[in-house]
């Protein structure tokens, strides 16, 4: 339990990082899912996936920061000092979340209001970090960004699916539209917007996803 | 500037507005370090003491320095460093002065850098416009309401072994399901105070 966030750093004995092209994105996006498997950042992954539209601007977001941040911290990484390397890759994470969050601010200011500090927090957000560090540190560019895209993917997918049944479930609406055959009878079930409903959607989502990969072979959950 | 007085935002951080239960900040290491009461003690008091300080010198620098500026977008990177640095200087200070107490927390001190409900708390207190006496009432609150979820799960997780959960459930699925029980009765406390 306790080292489940230390799973990045120990996957590349496993082999699960040390992939090529394809190979990095499925086992980023779906053996190794940040969010279902290996159960980082869910602190964002809680927050805003009260509705779907939140959830994809989300998922976006952390795209855009993971490949951008991949990106450069591969690129540094054979000028980086192993020293500062920790403080180097929270700048550079921090300046694409920045990036992000004045691009919201300018063009979606609705959005930026209502995810207010969730995406000042992805800073602090494991996957990025842990990206950061287990693969774009040992990897050339290109690789990398693919990685970044594949864990962002991956938990931007997630999210989407949370964020799809929070909103279904508790307004009975999709992205703020009335469902046809659905939101007519359906009495929308206010406990899912709230706090609650937003663990027992993850927990119930982590227990399907490990129940669709099988037991863990390590017995190490 | 909100006119909230200060116990009532300190009031409402810890239970209305606990900002592990409701707004869903430092769950990872909520989730990882839950395991036993000892441990989550040890943790949840070292969060209440930075995440005090870390919103003073957080508001301090905001507004004595960045606004004046007009430097307000860079509010993320200078927080994380702030507190990333106040950090290493408690550890620093702390071993040097008192090895005993260093030990207690020693593993926890760094951990709480990447803690973002501590972050969470300097950036809400910017979002709420809370004034001095305010952010200061709010970081207590909020690291008190922090440590006291983290402790109750702690006991739940603890009496938690005994019980036969399905196997695909077991490890963090079920930490989740039981941290919405205990959101949904924090939610009896709605109503007592509330702050947005």
Redesign the interface.
Known sequence: MADNQMVCATCQPKGLCGGKGLVTFKEGAWANNPLAIQVLGICSALAVTNRLENSLVMGAALIFVCVGSNLIVSILRKHTPHRIRMVAEVAIIATFVILFDQFLRAFYWDMSKQLGPYVGLIITNCIVMGRAEAFALQNPPIVSMVDGAANGFGYAVVLAIIGFFRELLGAGEILGHAVPGFSSWYTPNQLMILAPGAFFALGIVIGIFNMIKGPDPEGNK | MSETSVWVIFIAAIFTNNIL????????SF???S?QIKTSLGLGTAVIFVMVMTTIINYAVYYGVLVPLGLG?????VF??VI?AFVQLVEMIVERFSPKLYFALGIFLPLIT???AI??AS??MI?REYSFFQSVGFGLGAGIGWAVAIVLMAGLRQKMRYSHV????????????V???L??AF?GFAGMVSIQ
Do not use: D, S
């Open positions: 239960l409701t707004n869903f900040l430092g769950m990872c989730i990882a370090c395991g977008h860079l509010q993320f990177i994380i460093a990333a990447v803690n973002c972050l969470g950036l809400f979002i399905p196997q695909c459930f077991q490890g963090v699925a079920i930490a989740m399901i941290t919405g029980v959101a949904m939610m």
